[in-house]
């Protein structure tokens, strides 16, 4: 049993090698075909694939926000601040902000 449920799972595998390799052909062909398309066609074809890439996670994010988990203790903004003090991080430093803004930075390069 093990060897046949073995090789049923190589099988979906390079199945989903293979569909993968076929979207991002089709990706591509989408592309250069939308490039001789108007801008409001081209922005209703976008729309239409965002509209369905988030039905398609829809279920899986409702699933996430129904239960969360009960062993994860979050903590409050107080006790992350205490915590930061603690690790050393200075609030003056701006750390936060600033790896935001060197991020963006090393992206419009």
Do not use: C, F, H, Y
Not at 16 to 36: G, P, R, Y
Request: net charge negative; hydrophobic share 40%.
């Amino acid at each position: 049993m093990i060897p046949t449920i073995t090789k049923l799972i190589i099988k979906v595998e390079q199945l989903e090698w293979d569909l993968a390799e076929i979207k991002a052909e089709l990706v591509k062909l989408q592309a250069s075909a939308m490039k001789s398309m108007p801008p409001e066609e081209r922005k209703a074809v976008r729309l239409a694939r965002v509209r369905a890439q988030r039905e398609r996670l829809r279920p899986s994010i409702e699933k996430a926000l129904e239960k969360p988990d009960s062993d994860i203790e979050i903590p409050t903004a107080e006790e992350l601040q205490q915590l930061l003090l603690e690790e050393g991080v200075k609030p003056e430093d701006n750390l936060g902000s600033r790896a935001i803004i060197e991020e963006r930075e090393r992206r419009s390069e």
